[in-house]
């Protein structure tokens, strides 16, 4: 059953640290993008991070760049965020995704080819 299961989300005060995991099956790990996504409440799914299957490329959203990590374990089919210096606005439900829709690096921001999703996980950052 093709399946991605995010995990590692929780609360955290403004300015530390959560690591979100995402386990995928063989097949979904194999395809040509994986990526993390985020909806706050009362806005639209954004584009957080992503990253191509050989690990050569990836993508961080203006806001994120600098704080946040993609990466990828081939031997354990897991895609990871690592989130620094949180803030309030990073509140929201984490998606993790992936797509062989569109084999370009230049592309692999577009949140509209992903279609294999997982359920999320919940962030929520204190002020």
């Known amino acids: 059953q093709e399946q991605l299961v995010e995990s590692g989300g929780g609360l955290v005060q403004a300015g530390g640290s959560l690591r979100l995991s995402c386990a995928a099956s063989e097949r979904i790990f194999r395809m040509y993008a994986m990526g993390w996504f985020r909806q706050a409440p009362g806005k639209e799914r954004e584009t957080v991070a992503a990253?191509?299957?050989?690990?050569?490329?990836?993508y961080y959203a203006d806001s994120v760049q600098g704080r946040f990590t993609i990466s990828r374990d081939s031997a354990k089919n897991t895609l990871y965020l690592q989130m620094n210096s949180l803030k309030p606005e990073d509140t929201a439900v984490y998606y993790c995704?992936?797509?062989?829709?569109?084999?370009?690096?230049?592309?692999?921001?577009?949140?509209?080819?992903?279609?294999?999703w997982g359920q999320g996980t919940q962030v929520t950052v204190s002020s």
């Open positions: 990253i191509t299957r050989s690990g050569l490329t990836k």
């Open positions: 995704a992936a797509q062989q829709t569109v084999t370009s690096p230049t592309l692999i921001n577009l949140m509209t080819k992903y279609n294999y």
